[in-house]
């Protein structure tokens, strides 16, 4: 993967990759490139839950966030908790 798109999918990774699986899948990817993608789509899917469930939108992706988690279990990680803050997203 080149510099350009690495960088489009650290920031928009739905963009680049078709679910979370083809992250981890990505064999030009070092695991930590994977982990790093992963948790940014992590957030992104925690903050479409937010919205759906304040009512600002509808956006049916909740199972987004089922695959996310389970593509970081595949790469033995657990849910992201360190750069969460406080509040409905799963902060502590």
């Known amino acids: 993967m080149n510099e350009k798109k ?5 920031t ?6 078709a679910d979370p699986m083809s992250v981890v899948s990505e064999a030009t990817l070092t ?3 994977k982990i790093e993608i992963l948790r940014r789509w992590e957030y992104d899917a925690k903050e479409l839950q937010v919205a759906d469930e304040e009512g600002f939108a509808e956006t049916g992706r909740g199972e987004v ?3 996310v988690l389970s593509a970081l279990r595949e790469l033995g990680q657990g849910p992201g908790t360190e750069r969460s803050p406080t509040t409905k997203h799963g902060g502590v």
């Open 31 to 33: 695991n930590e490139q």
């Open 6 to 10: 690495l960088a489009q999918a650290l």
């Open 65 to 67: 966030l089922d695959e």
């Open 12 to 17: 928009d990774p739905a963009r680049v990759f």
